[in-house]
């Protein structure tokens, strides 16, 4: 049981360039988030998905696109990076959107020059 | 909206010593409030959680309380310990808000001096 991974760990981008980061869950939760952490910083949701083939933006949308085609991955795309998205992704899941648990993945640690 | 207001930033104590966290929140529809612990360089980690119908949670050295008519929650950590040094985020669950997710606090770093 390998909980919530993410793929890769680190990258360096440039301006301009794009990249997706895989999330993969073997919970089989239905919700799953992105969010982003800046240093010092709290967290912010970016998107997220309350069920396979659904999406919903959350605080920080714009520059992000996501899909769920499959129940266990949430794929998050960066279509051209810019040096304000600098920061550390984490993904989570959690059985349900109500008051249930979220699980973190490791992070990426994404930096865009 | 659910809107979460964590204070302090930062929280500096001796070893041994007790920290408490405070968070209010604005829907008092909400109705579960996790917290989370994150070490430096690690992925947050629910650490205690708290529904509506209890006034106050205990495990081990730490301790939530929760005050719905004021609409504010508190971590209490006793007896700290150097590995408790981490960021703390409080949580809220806006139950009205359909689909809407939990809404995290901006986080405390809570560092213990030995």
């Known amino acids: 049981n390998a909980g919530v991974t993410q793929t890769p760990k680190f990258r360096v981008l440039k301006t301009g360039q794009s990249m997706t980061l895989l999330c993969a869950q073997d919970?089989?939760?239905?919700?799953m988030y992105w969010y982003r952490q800046d240093p010092g910083m709290g967290l912010r949701l970016i998107h997220y998905?309350?069920?396979?083939?659904?999406?919903a933006k959350g605080e920080v949308p714009d520059g992000y696109n996501v899909s769920r085609l499959k129940k266990q991955n949430f794929l998050l795309g960066l279509e051209s990076a810019a040096p304000s998205q600098t920061s550390v992704y984490f993904c989570?899941?959690?059985?349900?959107?109500?008051?249930?648990?979220?699980?973190f993945g490791p992070g990426t640690r994404l930096t865009v020059l | 909206g659910e809107n979460v207001e964590q204070h302090p930033s930062t929280l500096s104590v001796q070893e041994g010593d007790s920290a408490v966290i405070k968070c209010t929140y604005s829907d008092s529809a909400s109705n579960y409030f996790p917290w989370y612990k994150q070490e430096l360089g690690k992925r947050p980690q629910l650490i205690i959680d708290?529904?509506?119908?209890?006034g106050e949670k205990k495990d081990q050295r730490i301790a939530v309380t929760l005050n719905k008519t004021a609409k504010h929650f508190s971590l209490h950590i006793t007896e700290t310990q150097p590995e408790d040094s981490a960021v703390y985020f409080c949580a809220a669950y806006p139950t009205l808000s359909g689909n809407t997710p939990l809404v995290f606090g901006k986080g405390t770093r809570l560092s213990v001096i030995a």
């Open positions: 708290i529904r509506s119908n209890v």
């Open positions: 989570a899941s959690s059985y349900s959107g109500e008051a249930n648990e979220q699980f």
């Open positions: 919970m089989n939760h239905e919700y």
């Open positions: 998905s309350v069920g396979e083939g659904t999406t």
